[in-house]
């Protein structure tokens, strides 16, 4: 019971990741031209993101809670935002970059800690 639990929490937690931070990144693109110069570095980039962020969430957000994990999280987004833009010759990521990006991700990362977090205590 409790894997088939956890499993259908990380699912939705994952579709939720790929839609909205696709949606987030794409919009961040819409707003500061010439961040990507097409969507695939978007739609990897959330990809990434996504995989690692809903292994993170099973990992980091049930012992330490929301906020050190998101403050974990903001950092590793950050990172990897910055690392997938190196490999788009065409990218123009600096890590400053990555860094305002992933702020815009953090309200949708709160959201979804908070969702795990009440999921795994019932």
Do not use: C
């Amino acid at each position: 019971m409790y894997r088939s639990h956890v499993w259908r929490i990380s699912t939705i937690n994952l579709l939720i990741k790929l839609i909205l931070f696709t949606a987030v990144l794409y919009v961040e693109q819409v707003l500061f031209p010439g961040l990507y110069q097409s969507i695939w570095p978007v739609i990897v980039t959330a990809i990434v993101l996504s995989g690692v962020g809903v292994t993170a969430d099973l990992i980091l957000v049930p012992p330490f809670g929301n906020l050190p994990a998101l403050a974990m999280g903001w950092f590793g987004m950050t990172f990897i935002i910055w690392f997938v833009g190196l490999w788009y010759s065409s990218a123009a990521i600096s890590l400053v970059t990555a860094w305002f990006m992933s702020t815009g991700l953090a309200p949708i990362e709160y959201i979804l800690h908070r969702y795990i977090l009440d999921s795994l205590v019932r």
